[in-house]
């Protein structure tokens, strides 16, 4: 299949809790960049992997975390949800560094 | 520090009518400058990049070094344009993340 795919597409999860979000990239791509998107915001930067190695994270704390897989796929963890966490998580592919992003439809994660 | 700005959440016009999505950035270098658009529903896709100097659906984006401005055009609106647009920057230092501005709806009025 082609263009990037997330799961799941909606969560809901209380807070001090555990989250994983997974991601596949488009194939082809093996650069794959996290963003949280706030209500009303434009997408903030989490981090970012190039053939399995973290190349560049934004301003969030620790507990946000990430891997990337040998076929390019991609998770993001969160450990100890907080209610600010509540926010559209979106995964992008792409084949280099820095241009023409395929950004996936999202998982909307609802901290209660 | 590197930060795109769009002035307007809410851009309002009728059908056949020009648009102008105002994009200002502020990176020391050279930027390379992206719009992104969002229909209703649909994932976050790539409209153009000033590398390209490309059209698409009529829309156009001109970099002004001197003006900071990235600013999307077209020059008749069309219904189906209606979406949000999110103007964005390719910052070098952290291994091309993108940085985006806050986003404008762009609203068609038939």
């Known amino acids: 299949e082609t263009g990037v795919t997330q799961s799941p597409t909606h969560l809901i999860k209380t807070r001090g809790q555990q989250v994983t979000l997974r991601c596949s990239s488009q194939?082809?791509?093996?650069?794959v960049s996290w963003y949280q998107q706030a209500l009303g915001q434009g997408p903030q930067f989490i981090f970012q992997?190039?053939?399995?190695?973290?190349?560049g994270r934004g301003n969030f704390p620790p507990r946000f975390s990430g891997l990337q897989f040998p076929n390019y796929s991609s998770e993001l963890n969160v450990n100890a949800l907080e209610l600010d966490d509540s926010a559209l998580y979106l995964c992008?592919?792409?084949?280099?560094?820095?241009?023409?992003?395929?950004f996936g439809s999202g998982t909307r994660l609802t901290v209660v | 520090a590197q930060r795109v700005t769009q002035p307007e959440k809410l851009l309002s016009v009728f059908k056949g009518a020009p648009v102008e999505l105002k994009c200002n950035y502020s990176?020391?270098?050279?930027?390379?400058l992206f719009w992104y658009v969002q229909y209703s529903r649909q994932r976050l896709q790539l409209l153009l990049r000033?590398?390209s100097r490309e059209s698409i659906k009529g829309f156009t984006a001109d970099l002004n070094k001197g003006e900071t401005s990235f600013h999307l055009k077209k020059p008749f609106a069309q219904e189906e344009d209606s979406a949000m647009y999110y103007c964005?920057?390719?910052?070098?230092?952290?291994?091309?993340?993108?940085?985006f501005g806050q986003g404008t709806e762009l609203s068609v009025k038939p």
């Open positions: 992008a592919s792409s084949s280099l560094l820095g241009l023409g992003y395929t």
């Open positions: 194939s082809g791509h093996n650069t």
């Open positions: 992997y190039y053939r399995e190695e973290e190349n």
């Open positions: 990176y020391s270098g050279s930027p390379e």
């Open positions: 000033h590398i």
């Open positions: 964005a920057l390719i910052s070098g230092n952290q291994g091309g993340k993108l940085i």
